[in-house]
């Protein structure tokens, strides 16, 4: 990653550190990268998740019991764990493209960091657990929160090359992934075909990959990862959700796959092309729920034109019909966590747009600006549960089951592009990736 990028973003983000505690009263914020957690009833640890706060800080995103205390108008220091273990491997110092930015200190203990710590005029943000007496500030105020969470919304030039670069890293597993399944790879098989690709490890992918071969690509959040290999006569349908970590920022792509030719796979295309046009109508002063209001406007006409509905796209979006087809949101902020903070917030200092109430997992609800990144991720799916419900609806009759019959086996289908939005244009990270 380039120095001087990085060197930049972090004059933005000093900036914007200062102005925030003098608008909170706090002078110094002490920051913690997390510690380790013991497995119930065992002795071995859950993998570490850093503290999506410290990691805003630098670019550290595995190495517990560290911090970053940032006081105003100084350099920022960055306690280093590094403790003397014959167990666990040990990071080196750091001597990297950032670390000549931070005053380092090297903890062979994690008492070690007291030392450096005061709670005077200061704010804490992390988990107190194990910390009870030591000098931290203020626990994780409010208003502070609301303030860090609503500017990371505004991406700066090194965070939008680290999004990239993690585009980049899943686009070559997805096309690997797809590469297996097409092969007759087990879902198990599958996934690891991607991790190599991506040369990323479970623990360090941002999520769970979501790898659904058939049926269970219906399965929203599906992540049991069968092992069994399908004959090709069953070989159907294939989506996977699944993206790549750079520097601590995410990736987050989609793809859905038909196996053979036919409606399903006419299906596929057509959602694609949606998916673009979604895209496209991603402009600044435009409130998110509109594009999504309008995500299920297209829903709906695919729903139509595949005859799985009598009703015209308007009167299944007016009546609900199209809900139970596509009931999760058009796609959220994207950043340092997949799904990144501050999609409902009013305003800088707090306060909740909630989002509309026919459509209550929608997870962005604030009005579209420039340097903001977002998932675009329509889907048209065939859940049993949720059709269950529609067949007991007065909705029943407008609905062609005999289509929801032919459908079903293949689960659904869902896109998903990363997308930056410029003052005067929308740059799609994902299809940039596909093309080179």
């Keep these: ?70 006081r105003r108008g100084h350099k920022p220091k960055l306690l280093f764990y590094r403790p003397v273990d014959f167990w666990h491997y040990v990071p080196p110092a750091p001597q990297t493209f950032w670390s000549d930015e931070y005053d380092i200190e090297l903890l062979s203990k994690p008492a070690d960091a007291r030392q450096f710590l005061s709670a005077e005029n200061a704010a804490f943000i992390g988990e107190t657990d194990g910390l009870d007496d030591w000098p931290l500030g203020t626990p994780n105020p409010e208003e502070l929160l609301n303030r860090l969470h609503w500017a990371r919304a505004y991406k700066s030039p090194y965070e ?37 690709a991506a040369g990323q490890g479970e623990n360090q992918m941002p999520y769970g990959n979501i790898v659904g071969l058939n049926e269970h690509a219906a399965i929203l959040h599906y992540t049991h990862l069968n092992t069994e290999r399908l004959p090709e006569t069953e070989r159907r349908s294939f989506l996977i959700d699944a993206g790549a970590d750079c520097n601590g920022y995410c990736a987050d792509i989609t793809r859905t796959y038909a196996y053979r030719d036919g409606e399903y796979a006419e299906l596929v295309a057509a959602m694609d092309e949606k998916e673009q ?120 009759n407008e609905v062609h089951w005999d289509k929801v019959e032919t459908l079903r086996p293949f689960g659904g289908v869902r896109i998903e592009d990363d997308v930056i939005v410029h003052k005067d244009h929308v740059e799609n990270m994902t299809r940039d990736c596909y093309a080179q």
């Design 1 to 70: 990653m380039d120095k001087h990028l990085y060197s930049e973003h972090l004059a933005t983000l000093k900036s914007r550190y200062d102005d925030i505690l003098e608008q909170c009263g706090f002078e110094t914020l002490n920051v913690y990268s997390g510690k380790p957690r013991v497995q119930f009833l065992d002795d071995n640890y859950y993998p570490f998740r850093v503290n999506p706060q410290f990691k805003a800080l630098v670019p550290v995103t595995d190495n517990p019991h560290s911090w970053v205390i940032y």
């Design 277 to 396: 046009e979604l895209v496209a109508g991603l402009k600044p002063g435009l409130p998110y729920p509109d594009l999504h209001l309008a995500c299920h406007h297209k829903v709906g006409e695919l729903l139509n034109r595949f005859g799985v509905i009598k009703s015209s796209a308007e009167s299944a979006v007016e009546s609900g019909l199209t809900r139970p087809f596509m009931p999760h949101g058009l796609g959220h902020f994207l950043g340092l966590q997949v799904h990144d903070v501050g999609g409902h917030q009013t305003a800088p200092e707090g306060g909740i747009i909630p989002p509309p109430e026919q459509y209550p997992f929608l997870r962005t609800s604030r009005t579209i600006e420039a340097d903001q990144v977002f998932t675009i991720e329509p889907g048209l799916y065939f859940i049993d549960s949720l059709l269950a419900d529609l067949k007991d609806s007065d909705l029943a």
């Design 160 to 196: 939008m090359a680290c999004l990239r670069e993690a585009n980049r890293i899943a686009v070559k597993a997805h096309r690997a992934a797809e590469a297996a399944f097409r092969d007759g790879a087990s879902e198990f098989e599958i996934n690891l075909a991607y991790m190599k």
